[in-house]
Antibody, heavy 121, light 108 residues
Framework: QVQLVESGGGVVQPGRSLRLSCAASGFPFSRYAMHWVRQAPGKGLEWVALISYHGSDKYYPDSVKGRLTISRDNSKNTLYLQMNSLRVEDTAIYYC??????????????WGQGTTVTVSS | DIQMTQSPSTLSASVGDRVTITCRASQSIDYWLAWYQQKPGKAPKLLISKASTLETGVPSRFSGSGSGTEFTLTISSLQPDDFATYYCQQYNSYSEISFGGGTKVEIK
């Protein structure tokens, strides 16, 4: 079945780095744009990054630009989020999600279960 | 940046009630709006895309409407499984995607 499985979360000190992974299965991963979305404890959803199906185009909100980098390896059906210079406010559950169509103009129709990142000294 | 404002933030209702949630965009997003349902400890689930297109498998008691800056999600007859938090999301500009703050639907 269509599935996304995140991994790589954990507890990290402020200023350190972490790389999240999202393994995709059950659909042609290389044909779809992908997102990372996060949710701080008890808070709403916040978009973090978008990558095109081929990986050449990447988009970020100002809140993470320059610190978080999205990438993908279509040969491994895997999405990544490299997180550098982590801050306490980056503490959240991080979800990967699949765009529901062939272009960016679709809702996110498949989500992973999330991986938790805690930034604390 | 496009700001998405949902109202109310919390809604108390009973099984069988008709429920309406509103989402307003700070500028026109045409109909590039999605609605999600999220239950505690779970990932969000896509209910509606393109403002009014029901996703496969979503019960027909859910409906969406609107365009431009004002959108609504309606549950025609609230069921026990519908108590959850609902989010709108705009994807008009894919370089600045944004979510509403959420509406928690509670049991009255």
């Amino acid at each position: 079945q269509v599935q996304l499985v995140e991994s790589g979360g954990g507890v990290v000190q402020p200023g350190r780095s972490l790389r999240l992974s999202c393994a995709a299965s059950g659909f042609p991963f290389s044909r779809y744009a992908m997102h990372w979305v996060r949710q701080a404890p008890g808070k709403g959803l916040e978009w973090v990054a978008l990558i095109s199906y081929h990986g050449s185009d990447k988009y970020y909100p100002d809140s993470v630009k320059g610190r978080l980098t999205i990438s993908r390896d279509n040969s491994k059906n895997t999405l990544y989020l490299q997180m550098n210079s982590l801050r306490v406010e980056d503490t959240a559950i991080y979800y990967c999600a699949k765009v529901g169509g062939a272009t960016y103009h679709h809702g996110l129709d498949v989500w992973g279960q999330g991986t938790t990142v805690t930034v604390s000294s | 940046d496009i700001q998405m404002t949902q109202s109310p933030s919390t809604l108390s209702a009973s099984v069988g009630d008709r429920v309406t949630i509103t989402c307003r965009a700070s500028q026109s997003i045409d109909y590039w709006l999605a609605w999600y349902q999220q239950k505690p400890g779970k990932a969000p689930k896509l209910l509606i895309s393109k403002a009014s297109t029901l996703e496969t498998g979503v019960p027909s008691r859910f409906s969406g409407s609107g365009s431009g800056t004002e959108f609504t999600l309606t549950i025609s007859s609230l069921q026990p499984d519908d108590f959850a938090t609902y989010y709108c999301q705009q994807y008009n500009s894919y370089s600045e995607i944004s979510f509403g703050g959420g509406t928690k639907v509670e049991i009255k």
